[in-house]
């Protein structure tokens, strides 16, 4: 994001980072203290609040132009503001594909993430599956789990 110059989210693509939603404040700090203790520290995990994600988000697309390959950042990025609207945090974690993501997704899972994508450099991964819908003017609503994936 603004935050590391070579992976902005103006270009639409933390490239390399799960970017995680929490409902609160204090998820995101729980979900946050245990990557530590996993080893994610210092420069590795990203934390934003729902203003910081709000200012991000709004400064990327009043500079983005709209492009037909670019269509699904987009939506996802104005999903990510609908949430930070909502008064989401954030965190944004360093992590490779595979299996550090899939750690990243079992640790903050276990403290009320809701989001958490990983970011490629062709495809967006949902790590997570979304419980709640963004957008709903009379509140979230559950929306289906998919069933867990096997190894």
Do not use: C
């Not at 995680?20 to 995101?28: D, I």
């Not at 934003?48 to 500079?63: F, N, P």
């Not at 609207?85 to 944004?92: Q, T």
């Not at 403290?111 to 963004?134: D, K, N, W």
Request: hydrophobic fraction near 40%; glycine fraction near 6%.
């Amino acid at each position: 994001m603004d935050r590391e110059p070579n992976q902005r989210y103006a270009v639409l693509k933390p490239v390399g980072h799960v970017v995680v939603a929490f409902p609160t404040a204090a998820e995101g700090e729980a979900a946050a203290e245990i990557l530590d203790a996993i080893g994610l520290t210092g420069d590795d995990v990203r934390r934003y609040s729902d203003r910081e994600m709000l200012a991000q988000i709004d400064q990327d697309l009043d500079t983005t132009e709209p492009v037909p390959s670019l269509s699904h950042e987009l939506e996802l990025m104005r999903a990510h503001r609908a949430l930070a609207a909502r008064g989401y945090h954030w965190l944004v974690v360093r992590a490779q594909a595979g299996e550090e993501a899939e750690r990243v997704a079992a640790a903050v899972r276990l403290h009320g993430a809701e989001r958490a994508q990983l970011y490629g450099h062709f495809v967006i991964e949902e790590l997570l599956q979304p419980r709640r819908a963004v957008g709903n003017s009379r509140g979230a609503q559950r929306t289906p789990r998919a069933a867990p994936r096997k190894a």
